[in-house]
């Protein structure tokens, strides 16, 4: 069971990121090229990768993530996990961790999926997130495969549009599904994560949950 989880999906990675280590392109093109692979709306492929290796650029990406970090911070009461328990502290430590070092991560993708539609009813947004999250979830076990690791990461959204800035890309036209850094992981071992048990979070023709 443990061994089946730990080949089937891929942990996020964060501070087992090897920030010394070299990404060739190729290996972020092949895996890629996995991604494209992907299921999408009315197989219309609406999507956009950025990649980002130059440094200068990885830095001030990094700059936004972290102003986006601030911003959040400022505006939110509450806190989106419990960092009074030992594993909302390790959490704590893994995000502030990337935060302090996304400028030394090798690699930085940002997807990007046609079209502004945070206004549009729910429907017609599900098509549009299933038309890139597949493909970027395919691309994260590509890379997993080959010895990567990467995080998924959407705090920087709340500076899209600076980003959006930096990379050259159509704002109007264009909404980013995320950031993901990327590198060779510290080892190549890591452990199922506690989720608990699928019969306890499914219910069968029914809601039946109380």
């Known amino acids: 069971?443990?061994?089946?989880a730990a080949l089937s999906t891929t942990r996020t990675v964060r501070r087992r990121l090897d920030l010394d280590r070299p990404v060739p392109r190729e290996v972020v093109l092949e895996c890629l090229e996995l991604a494209l692979q992907a299921p999408n709306g009315s197989n219309t492929q609406?999507?956009?990768w950025v990649v980002i290796d130059d440094p200068?650029?990885?830095?001030a990406a990094a700059d936004i993530y972290r102003g986006a970090i601030a911003d959040v911070s400022a505006r939110s009461t509450s806190r989106s996990f419990d960092d009074t328990t030992p594993a909302g502290r390790r959490l704590a430590a893994s995000v502030a961790h990337l935060r302090d070092n996304l400028e030394r991560v090798p690699v930085l993708v940002v997807p990007a999926v046609r079209g502004r539609f945070e206004h549009e009813p729910v429907y017609f947004q599900a098509a549009r997130w299933g038309s890139i999250l597949p493909a970027v979830w395919s691309f994260m076990l590509a890379l997993r495969g080959r010895g990567l690791g990467s995080a998924w990461t959407t705090i920087h959204l709340a500076r899209e549009r600076q980003m959006a800035e930096l990379l050259g890309i159509p704002y109007d036209e264009w909404t980013q599904a995320g950031l993901f850094p990327v590198a060779y992981t510290l080892g190549t071992s890591f452990?199922?994560?506690g989720r608990g048990r699928a019969a306890d979070v499914v219910t069968w023709n029914?809601?039946?949950f109380t």
Request: charged fraction near 35%.
């Open 1 to 4: 069971m443990e061994l089946d």
């Open 46 to 48: 609406p999507w956009r």
């Open 56 to 59: 200068a650029a990885r830095a």
């Open 191 to 193: 452990r199922p994560a």
């Open 206 to 208: 029914r809601w039946a």
